[in-house]
């Protein structure tokens, strides 16, 4: 399996340190964000990783360059100056990663899920994403999630999306190039009951703000830097 980490975005929860430095690069606990994901996606045995680059994006490829140091081989797909949101930045990349199904991370995120124990795609799915119980900054959470597996678009009981999905490159069928966020086909998908979703109770944390990514540095620095994945 490949993988992509998403690394194209503005940052702009997080400015003013994302005006002369891409989230990703952003460091916690004496590290850059994406660099724990490089090392967890060597780990579980993924080597063919695919970084999509806008803001800034030189700086993200002169620190990381071919991905050597990881343990990793990273190919760049190039967004140009302003980012494709997470639909179109995938979709322009879908080259590289066809032609099986591939993981996305987005790359301003930690957690210490284990990359190697997502399951295989069902034949009848497109995608499967990975949930988690809602955190405080997002009380309400995303979708809903039924006995059988399938993502239900409103439920009672739901759950926030991580920004970790598995997707088959059939699940962007029909779009075009260009600038398009994700959600509207993840409600295709739930619409034709073809999305899988799966609920993570470990650790993660969505550095989307300063207050946040304060937090996060602080809990693993208390921890002595980031742990084994589970």
């Not at 916690?28 to 964000?33: C, D, E, H, T």
């Not at 959600?183 to 300063?210: K, M, N």
Request: with cysteine; charged share 25%.
């Amino acid at each position: 399996m490949k993988a992509m980490l998403l690394a194209a975005g503005r940052g702009e929860r997080l400015r003013p340190i994302t005006d002369t430095l891409p989230k990703p690069l952003v460091e916690v606990a004496g590290r850059p964000l994406i660099a724990y994901h490089l090392e967890s996606l060597a780990r579980a045995g993924i080597r063919d990783v695919v970084v999509n680059l806008s803001w800034l994006g030189g700086r993200i490829r002169a620190a990381l360059g071919g991905g050597e140091g990881y343990g990793v081989r990273i190919t760049y797909s190039e967004e140009g100056p302003e980012p494709l949101e997470t639909g179109g930045g995938i979709f322009r990349a879908l080259p590289l990663l066809a032609p099986r199904p591939f993981l996305v991370v987005n790359a301003d995120i930690w957690t210490d899920m284990e990359f190697s124990r997502c399951p295989a795609l069902e034949e009848d799915a497109d995608a499967r994403i990975v949930l988690v119980p809602n955190p405080m900054h997002h009380p309400r959470g995303d979708f809903g999630v039924g006995d059988d597996g399938i993502v239900l678009e409103r439920d009672s009981d739901r759950f926030t999306y991580t920004g970790v999905g598995v997707y088959r490159p059939e699940f962007f069928a029909g779009c075009r190039p260009g600038k398009f966020p994700l959600l509207p086909l993840l409600e295709r998908a739930i619409a034709a009951r073809r999305l899988r979703g799966a609920v993570f109770h470990g650790e993660w944390f969505d550095a989307g703000s300063p207050q946040r990514l304060a937090r996060l540095d602080a809990h693993l620095r208390a921890r002595g830097g980031a742990s084994a994945p589970r």
